[in-house]
């Protein structure tokens, strides 16, 4: 079963000037039933893993997507908590070999867990995967994620890591958004993913995937769509065009394209007052009709 797919990936316009750090693979163009979008970070207190003028985000992303693709392209059917897992330690491997000095400067040792949270790059994301029987997800973050199955829509997102963002918000109010009052939050929030209460994220530890992913799936005949997006695309479309719900951000996509949706996106932020630490953010969709 091949879908019909509509995409598209945008930098922030007024971020800084630092790489995209949204990533998306088709795995179709590949010859493999399979989507992986990333939403990814460098460290807040210090870049680990910046190279050749690409952040350590950009750099872990692009990492993590080849990756995928070299696993799935071995074994289409490997678990899909494994085949994340496995990557999340490859990349690892990889930038502990290329970069033992910088390894030194940022960590300062294994036991400094803080120092270490709050300088290497990560990455929140979702993968899916399909064949004739069913249809698989595994997500893991503030990535959303809307499966259309025939009586009902399905949503994936993480509420505890939104409930983060209006604390964020409400400082960056009060103090502005470089303040180091609103660094400092953004440091500890970093330090403090994948403990209990936070958020997952897929840092050089497979932890987020292992105990915190959400795994899911659906007869295939019962799928009719999918959303994937990072924070940057559904949550704007529904606050920027007063949308209630994916599904209403699905119509949208359909009826505009993905392509020309994220323009008018960031046409709506540019005239819009947004009390947020970005006022446009790197972007990216996948809609996928089954």
């Given at each position: 079963m091949k879908p019909e797919t509509d995409s598209a990936i945008d930098s922030g316009s007024t971020t800084?000037?630092?790489?995209?750090?949204?990533y998306l693979w088709i795995g179709l163009e590949d010859g493999i039933n399979a989507v992986l979008?990333?939403?990814?970070t460098s460290g807040v207190a210090g870049d680990f893993g910046a190279k050749n003028e690409k952040t350590g985000g950009r750099r872990y992303v692009e990492k993590f997507g080849a990756a995928i693709n070299h696993i799935l392209d071995e074994n289409p059917q490997r678990d899909l908590k494994e085949v994340m897992k496995s990557t999340i330690e490859t990349i690892w491997d990889e930038?502990?070999?290329e970069a033992e000095e910088n390894t030194e400067k940022y960590f300062k040792g294994e036991n400094v867990t803080l120092q270490r949270a709050s300088t290497i790059p990560a990455a929140v994301g979702a993968i899916i995967r399909w064949n004739h029987e069913?249809?698989?997800?595994?997500?893991?973050?503030?990535?959303?994620a809307y499966i259309t199955l025939e009586d009902r829509g399905e949503n994936f997102s993480n509420e505890t890591?939104?409930?983060f963002d209006k604390i964020r918000d409400e400082n960056i109010k009060e103090y502005g958004k470089e303040?180091?009052?609103?660094?400092?939050i953004l440091r500890k929030h970093r330090s403090a993913h994948n403990l209990p209460g936070t958020y997952p994220n897929m840092s050089f530890n497979p932890l987020a995937v292992d105990k915190l992913g959400e795994k899911a799936e659906y007869p295939i005949e019962e799928v009719e769509k999918v959303l994937l997006s990072t924070d940057g695309a559904?949550?704007?479309?529904?606050?920027?065009?007063?949308?209630?719900?994916?599904?209403?951000v699905v119509k949208y996509i359909e009826k505009h394209g993905a392509q020309k949706s994220l323009k008018k996106l960031r046409e709506k932020?540019?005239?819009?007052?947004?009390?947020?630490?970005?006022?446009?953010?790197?972007?990216?969709?996948?809609?996928?009709?089954?």
């Open positions: 800084s000037k630092k790489t995209n750090e949204d979008i990333l939403d990814g930038f502990e070999k069913k249809l698989e997800l595994l997500h893991v973050g503030d990535v959303e890591h939104e409930s303040s180091k009052e609103v660094q400092e559904a949550p704007r479309f529904r606050e920027l065009f007063n949308l209630e719900s994916n599904e209403q932020e540019n005239n819009a007052e947004l009390n947020a630490l970005k006022s446009s953010d790197d972007a990216a969709i996948a809609l996928l009709n089954f």
